[in-house]
């Protein structure tokens, strides 16, 4: 799906290895580099940047969007080519997800997790939580467990990521008050995939006054401003 989206002729990818500093100049933002190179100009700036968008607030902007981060992570497995008989088709959803593998024929994958780790905002790998994967493999999915203990422990890897959630657990996208087009895109929290393509259209329609893909009272509830603050000095 993401592959498809970005083919689209009027999106652009641009790779950076460090973040980008914004100017508002002659009716434009500008983004620069540290060595003050231009990289692009555009008539709004949006802030689509989960967890970091705060941060990038604060810097930029004196404001502070009040989230509350959950680190996360799962393990996943790459699986053999050939699964045995009577391998899950299906995701199964309990106390935590296991996704038997990817619809890619190239190269499969078992996944299970997430954790939800309120009290970090950094996307480090701890082991507990791994383990605390394989132990509802084991209970829950006992052959599966066994199939892949067979194959070896060293196969398994992990994935932390930090989500953005916000305290009534809805998204904000929206203007920002008092800012020259700027535009934010955040608190998906541990819905994103499901989200954000929404919550994407309805930011395309309102910074080009489209009618919006949700009522209007719907879109208003996602507002940014509900969880803008001016950050203290
Ligand atoms: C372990 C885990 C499991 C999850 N499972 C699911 C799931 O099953 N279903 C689901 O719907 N959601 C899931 N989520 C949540 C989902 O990943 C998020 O909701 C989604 O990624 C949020 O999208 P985003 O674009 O807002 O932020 P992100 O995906 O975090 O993207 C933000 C991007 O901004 C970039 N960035 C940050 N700072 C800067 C900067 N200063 N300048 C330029 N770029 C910057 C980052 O590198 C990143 O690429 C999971 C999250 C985790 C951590």
């Not at 996944?111 to 209970?139: E, K, N």
């Not at 467990?145 to 932390?160: N, V």
């Not at 934010?184 to 541990?190: F, K, W």
Request: hydrophobic share 40%; proline share 6%.
């Amino acid at each position: 799906m993401v592959t498809h989206l970005l083919a689209h002729p009027r999106i652009q990818v641009r790779v950076l290895h460090a973040p980008p500093i914004p100017e508002y100049t002659d009716d434009a933002w500008c983004l620069y580099d540290a060595q003050r190179t231009l990289i692009d100009t555009g008539q709004a700036l949006v802030l689509a940047l989960g967890a970091y968008t705060d941060s990038f607030l604060q810097e930029h902007f004196g404001l502070k969007l009040l989230t509350q981060p959950v680190r996360g992570q799962l393990s996943y497995y790459p699986l053999p080519p050939i699964l045995p008989e009577g391998w899950p088709s299906l995701a199964s959803v309990a106390k935590k997800s296991m996704i038997p593998a990817r619809l890619d024929k190239e190269q499969q994958a078992l996944f299970v997790g997430a954790s939800f780790d309120r009290h970090r905002d950094q996307a480090i790998i701890d082991h507990t939580d791994r383990q605390t994967h394989l132990q509802y493999l084991a209970q829950n999915h006992r052959s599966v467990f066994d199939f892949l203990a067979d194959l070896g422990e060293q196969g398994w890897q992990d994935f932390a990521g930090v989500r953005s959630m916000l305290a009534d657990r809805l998204p904000v996208v929206g203007a920002v008050n008092g800012q020259k087009n700027v535009y934010i895109l955040s608190g998906l929290g541990s819905r994103g995939f499901s989200l954000g393509l929404l919550c994407g259209e309805l930011l395309a329609s309102q910074i080009n006054a489209h009618p919006w893909p949700v009522s209007l009272g719907q879109g208003n509830s996602l507002d940014c401003n509900r969880y803008l603050r001016s950050k203290p000095d």
